[in-house]
Nanobody, 120 residues
Framework: QVMLQESGPGLVKPSQTLSLTCTVS??????????WSWIRQFPGKGLEWMGA???????FYSPSLKSRTSISMDTSKNQFTLHLSSVTPEDIAVYYC????????????WGQGTQVTVSS
């Protein structure tokens, strides 16, 4: 079955850009009709959907994060990447990538998650 793995820095400095990459195995990120999402979990709180990129390359973002979020895909590497700019300690969370079977459908496969800390 499909597997997802997050990678990237565990520590970023305030005001910098966080870049996290999700590598997908045993499945193509261009396969109809999947969406590939980034979700984060704040300490002691629930999940927040950040955005997604579709099999077609179309992107969608949470309104609260749209101004500083970008998601791209590299089909040759079967990866998609999150860029979150101007980070602050409010962005400290565990970040997950996930596969969604369709638009507005919750993920059926998740990465293990990666802890991101924002500190100078």
């Amino acid at each position: 079955q499909v597997m997802l793995q997050e990678s990237g820095p565990g520590l970023v400095k305030p005001s910098q850009t966080l870049s996290l990459t999700c590598t997908v195995s045993n499945g193509s990120i261009t396969a109809n009709y999947y969406y590939w999402s980034w979700i984060r979990q704040f300490p002691g709180k629930g999940l927040e959907w950040m955005g997604a990129i579709a099999y077609s390359g179309s992107t969608f973002y949470s309104p609260s994060l749209k101004s500083r979020t970008s998601i791209s895909m590299d089909t040759s590497k079967n990866q998609f990447t999150l860029h979150l700019s101007s980070v602050t300690p409010e962005d400290i969370a565990v970040y997950y990538c996930a596969r969604d079977p369709g638009w507005a459908v919750s993920g059926d496969s998740w990465g293990q998650g990666t802890q991101v800390t924002v500190s100078s």
